[in-house]
């Protein structure tokens, strides 16, 4: 099944602790992306990848990055958490970079203390 | 990057067509009309998406009217499954950036 998957589901941590939240898909898709959403605010793009080793920033990136070694996997980390990194987090996958058929994966509920 | 109104809100009844609206009157010439939904917090998912000519596939139909000013989604028969977040998006930034408004907010009833 052509998928995007996201792990943890749920995460509680807390401030200044390092973690990876991770994004795998197995469509050979080459633009990937991480969002974040907030009530009020929506989905908002943190970061994006065009292809293996190609990352830039979207409008949200601070606090955050990324790495793209393989073409299938596209961590977010975060090296030192803040509360305000309490979110919803959505990892993106496409063929395109159009806007067209973009596969989500189920979400990342991240919780910091 | 041409900017959307959506309704925050709309009801329909299940079984009947449900027909939401959207406008983008700075839409411009070379960008697409993409229609994304939210099922509770899951990931958006892909509906359908135009530019000039109406688009219809297995989920849904895509009315853009001729000015390209404003478009409608059309759910022929909706269930209550359909019961979302509705984001229309005109394609924004180079990057394939999609910029997600507030969406409206569907609600299929029995």
């Known amino acids: 099944e052509a998928q995007v998957t996201q792990n943890p589901r749920y995460l509680i941590t807390v401030t200044g602790k390092k973690l990876t939240v991770t994004c795998s898909q197995n469509?050979?898709?080459?633009?990937m992306s991480w969002y974040r959403q907030d009530p009020g605010l929506g989905l908002r793009q943190i970061y994006y990848?065009?292809?293996?080793?190609?990352?830039d920033k979207g409008d949200v990136p601070e606090g955050y990055k990324v790495s793209r070694k393989e073409k299938r996997n596209f961590p977010l980390i975060l090296e030192s958490p803040s509360p305000n990194q309490t979110s919803l987090y959505f990892c993106?996958?496409?063929?395109?970079?159009?806007?067209?058929?973009?596969?989500f994966g189920s979400g990342t509920r991240l919780t910091v203390v | 990057d041409a900017k959307t109104t959506q309704p925050p809100s709309m009801d329909c009844a299940e079984g009947r067509a449900a027909n939401l609206p959207c406008n983008h009157s700075t839409i411009s010439g070379n960008e697409y009309v993409y229609w994304y939904r939210q099922i509770h917090s899951q990931g958006p998912q892909y509906i359908i998406h135009?530019?000039?000519n109406n688009e219809t596939n297995e989920m849904a139909s895509l009315i853009i009217t001729e000015d390209r000013k404003s478009s409608t989604l059309i759910l022929p028969h909706a269930t209550l499954r359909d019961t979302a977040v509705y984001y229309c998006i005109v394609r924004g930034g180079s990057q394939g950036n999609l910029i997600f408004g507030k969406g409206t907010k569907l609600s299929v009833k029995p």
């Open positions: 990848s065009m292809n293996v080793e190609v990352t």
């Open positions: 135009g530019l000039k």
């Open positions: 993106a996958s496409s063929n395109n970079r159009v806007g067209y058929g973009y596969t």
């Open positions: 469509m050979n898709h080459e633009y």
